[in-house]
């Protein structure tokens, strides 16, 4: 009974309460929010090379096969070295050649710095990428390019690890074989640190300068430096 | 109260043995899904987490274990324990198993699992009015803190309707800014912050909206409620066509990190994310409305009787066009 009285005098209220303004409101205020939707950023491409230092992302780690030597890599074989890190496929048409092109050229412009940087070209079809053809693919590029293949559970591990995507199908009668995989590329620091991801460099018109000069800086950092935050170097 | 504990009595095995199956169970996935992430299957976490493991299967079992200490008639209808138990499968669904990779690499499939997990998971859970069933669920040290009074007075500034709508439309809209966006999508703990504010502030929002009972017991009346539910519409229409209507990728992410449907150019995949963001919530608010207003008629008819004495006979006459008994 007091309930009921009580839920009586409430719904009173409610209802006096005049919903009209309350939803003009708050239809100003979503539109407000809306224009955080910055103008200058739609439809402008991504910048060429995105500073991810401060984005918190796990330090490198896999363990895969190393298509030079044949044997078992760990990503503390590469620490010490900035890595750039990209997934491909060695039967790809257009998309992996220009960006391990474009890798190479941007290793030219580093000169002898280029010893510090190893790129490691990690194949999403390992099936038909075995080893051989691995090396003998990246050796086409330049030699500072690694060949790695993992078993599934160890491609699955890394990359989910930096959220790629990558899916091979079989051919069958109606559709060729086909693999799909990403463009971007991960730029670790010496101590294993993510520092950069360049969306792609995939076109005859991708950023080589900026590119060296970004690794170029990454390659200066001491040691020590390198280990820290972002925020403090 | 003595009752309830004779209930309990029997179940006191249970109570230590659920949890402890959970807990084992989640073991077993959380080595599974770091050994062989390419083995697991797809109905299964692929990137374990103990918070989201354990909340979805504890609150699970915390809500059928109170369901069925309640006294009949206390209980929820069997319909409304169908209905937590499917939006939180939903969240599961959209949050832990396989489907996490398709919308971490597909911007509509990204907005499907949104939708899934801020609009129909937290509505259906909402649906499910968990509070009855919880409260005598969840273990008694446990529930004297999520029932206390300050974590009811920390969790009252954001269920004031404004603040609530606001909070409701402005993450939507907070997480479709690109560079925001980006960052959420790269990053694997802003991503965690992303889909679990979302979770939480879905639950809040429809819990308050959805809220059965009458003003004094809810924390506002059946009117502020609809018009909550009404309100929310209209900005994110706003933000769906914005992504509909423009002209280039907003949203690079999918292609830098690798889309799932090759066949399916990022403007498309762009526009029909933008079309999930416009439509369904929209329709999700005109039912909950429906549902406010269904909520407000019950409790109109379980009013007590007037004490005019004439009353029954003037309810009668009005019952011949209102069709009200």
Not at chain 2, 39 to 58: K, R
Not at chain 2, 108 to 118: G, K, S, W
Request: aromatic content about 10%; some cysteine.
């Amino acid at each position: 009974m007091i309930a009921g009285k009580a839920a009586g005098a409430g719904r009173g209220r409610g209802l006096r309460r005049a919903p009209g303004r309350r939803a003009l409101f708050l239809n100003a205020a979503g539109l407000i929010l809306l224009s955080a939707l910055p103008k200058s950023s739609v439809g402008a491409a991504v910048a060429s090379i995105v500073d991810i230092g401060s984005w918190d992302l796990p330090r490198l780690a896999f363990t895969m096969a190393d298509a030079d030597t044949g044997r078992g890599v760990t990503a503390r074989d590469f620490r010490g070295k900035v890595a750039l890190l990209y997934f491909g496929y060695t039967n790809c048409p257009d998309v992996c050649p220009m960006t391990l092109h474009n890798i190479a050229l941007t290793l030219g412009r580093l000169g002898a710095r280029r010893d510090g940087v190893r790129a490691l070209f990690v194949t999403v079809d390992p099936v038909r990428d075995t080893l051989a053809v691995l090396r003998a693919y990246t050796h086409l590029f330049a030699p500072e390019i690694v060949g790695l293949r993992g078993t599934a559970n160890q491609l699955a591990a890394l990359a989910s690890r930096y959220h790629i995507g990558y899916s091979v199908s079989p051919a069958t009668a109606s559709h060729p074989y086909e693999v799909n995989h990403s463009s971007g590329i991960y730029v670790f620091d010496a101590r294993g640190q993510a520092r950069l991801l360049i969306p792609s460099l995939d076109s005859g018109t991708s950023d080589i300068a900026g590119t060296a000069a970004a690794l170029a800086r990454l390659l200066a950092l001491p040691a020590r430096q390198a280990a820290m935050p972002h925020h403090l170097s | 109260m003595t009752p309830a504990e004779s209930v309990a009595r029997p179940h006191a095995m249970a109570d230590f043995a659920v949890p402890a199956v959970i807990v084992a169970l989640g073991a077993i996935v959380d080595w599974a899904s770091a050994a062989h992430p390419a083995a697991m299957p797809l109905w299964l976490p692929y990137d374990f987490s103990w918070f989201a493991w354990l909340g979805t299967w504890l609150f699970l079992w915390w809500y059928v274990r109170g369901f069925y200490l309640l006294p009949p008639s206390e209980r929820p209808h069997p319909w409304q324990l169908v209905s937590f138990m499917l939006g939180m499968l939903l969240i599961y669904a959209v949050l832990q198993t396989r489907y996490l990779y398709l919308a971490e690499h597909e911007f509509f499939l990204n907005r499907i699992q949104h939708i899934a997990m801020h609009h129909l998971g937290p509505f259906l859970v909402a649906l499910g009015l968990a509070r009855a069933p919880l409260r005598k669920g969840i273990p008694a040290p446990l529930a004297r803190i999520v029932f206390s009074r300050p974590m009811q007075r920390l969790l009252a500034p954001i269920q004031q309707p404004i603040v609530a709508s606001l909070l409701f439309v402005g993450l939507v809209a907070f997480w479709l800014v690109p560079a925001i966006h980006l960052r959420a999508m790269v990053s694997e703990r802003l991503l965690w912050t992303m889909n679990w504010t979302m979770v939480l502030d879905g639950l809040l929002f429809w819990c308050l909206v959805l809220d059965p009972r009458p003003f004094p017991l809810a924390r506002i009346g059946y009117g502020v409620r609809a018009a909550m539910a009404f309100a929310v519409i209209f900005p994110q229409i706003a933000i769906g066509a914005r992504i509909v209507f423009s002209r280039h990728d907003i949203y690079p992410y999918y292609s830098i990190c690798g889309r799932f449907f090759d066949s399916i150019s990022p403007l498309y995949d762009q526009l029909v994310g933008g079309m999930v963001i416009w439509i369904p919530p929209a329709m999700m608010s005109a039912i909950a409305v429906l549902l406010v207003v269904n909520h407000l008629r019950l409790h109109e008819e379980k009013a007590p009787p007037p004490l005019d004495p004439r009353a029954a006979r003037i309810a009668a006459m009005a019952a011949n066009w209102t069709g009200r008994p």
